[in-house]
T-cell receptor, first 113, second 117 residues
Framework: GNSVTQMEGPVTLSEEAFLTINCTYTATGYPSLFWYVQYPGEGLQLLLKATKADDKGSNKGFEATYRKETTSFHLEKGSVQVSDSAVYFCALSGRNTGNQFYFGTGTSLTVIP | EPEVTQTPSHQVTQMGQEVILRCVPISNHLYFYWYRQILGQKVEFLVS????????KSEIFDDQFSVERPDGSNFTLKIRSTKLEDSAMYFC???????????????FGEGSWLTVV
C-alpha cells in the first residue's frame, strides 16, 4: 500500500541552525513526492515537490531529494529563520493512488531567535 | 494569488447534530477534495469530486458524510449526525487535474476545526 512516515516533532531550533526533517515512504509504482507547509492560521501550502527519482525539489532555501533506493524525501535547510516556524507535511501521490494524496503526520518546527 | 477559502474556521457542535462545512475552491479548478486530520494523526483523504459527482472516497467517508456543489462556486461537506470521533481539522482542496496525476499539485484551504461535544 501507500504510506508516508515522517519524523516526530516537535522540533525546536535556534535561528541559523541546520534543519533536517526525515520522510520515508512506501508506495506502489513511482509516486511524486511533496512537502507542504502550514504556517500558523493558514492552509497547507506546497513548499516543493519532485516527480521522479534523483530529482531535487527546492524553494525558499529548502531542499529535498527523491531517493528511490532509500525510499526517502528528507527536507533540509541550511540556515533556518524564525519565519520558518510552521508544521511541515510530507506527502505522496501518483498514478497508483487514484485521486488521493497520502500524508505524514506533520512535524512542527519552532525556530527561536 | 488565488486561494481556497473555507468557512467556518472553527465550529463547536453537539453530538448528533448536523454540520455543514463550506469551501470555495479556486475558480478554474475542476477537482475538489476533502481531507481531515484528527489531532496528532495523519492528514487523511475523505473524498474527491469531479464533474458533479464523487470520483473516489475512502472508507472513512461513510453514509453520514455527503458532499455537494450547490452552485458554481461552493463545495460543501455535510456530516449528518456528528460523533465525538468526528472532531478534527477538515481541509478542503482543489486542483486543475486529478490529484493522483503525476506531479499534479493540489491547493488547500486553511481548514475548518470541528469540535464535537
Amino acid at each position: 500500500g501507500n504510506s508516508v512516515t515522517q519524523m516526530e516533532g516537535p522540533v525546536t531550533l535556534s535561528e541559523e541552525a541546520f534543519l533536517t526533517i526525515n520522510c520515508t515512504y512506501t508506495a506502489t509504482g513511482y509516486p511524486s513526492l511533496f512537502w507542504y507547509v502550514q504556517y500558523p492560521g493558514e492552509g497547507l501550502q506546497l513548499l516543493l515537490k519532485a516527480t521522479k527519482a534523483d530529482d531535487k525539489g527546492s524553494n525558499k532555501g529548502f531542499e529535498a531529494t527523491y531517493r528511490k533506493e532509500t525510499t526517502s524525501f528528507h527536507l533540509e535547510k541550511g540556515s533556518v529563520q524564525v519565519s520558518d516556524s510552521a508544521v511541515y507535511f510530507c506527502a505522496l501521490s501518483g498514478r497508483n493512488t487514484g485521486n488521493q494524496f497520502y500524508f505524514g503526520t506533520g512535524t512542527s518546527l519552532t525556530v527561536i531567535p | 494569488e488565488p486561494e481556497v477559502t473555507q468557512t467556518p474556521s472553527h465550529q463547536v457542535t453537539q453530538m448528533g447534530q448536523e454540520v455543514i462545512l463550506r469551501c470555495v475552491p479556486i475558480s478554474n479548478h475542476l477537482y475538489f477534495y476533502w481531507y481531515r486530520q484528527i489531532l496528532g494523526q495523519k492528514v487523511e483523504f475523505l473524498v474527491s469530486f469531479y464533474n458533479n459527482e464523487i470520483s473516489e472516497k475512502s472508507e472513512i467517508f461513510d453514509d453520514q458524510f455527503s458532499v455537494e456543489r450547490p452552485d458554481g462556486s461552493n463545495f460543501t461537506l455535510k456530516i449528518r449526525s456528528t460523533k465525538l470521533e468526528d472532531s478534527a481539522m477538515y481541509f478542503c482542496a482543489s486542483s486543475v487535474r486529478a490529484g493522483g496525476f503525476s506531479g499534479n499539485t493540489i491547493y488547500f484551504g486553511e481548514g475548518s476545526w470541528l469540535t464535537v461535544v
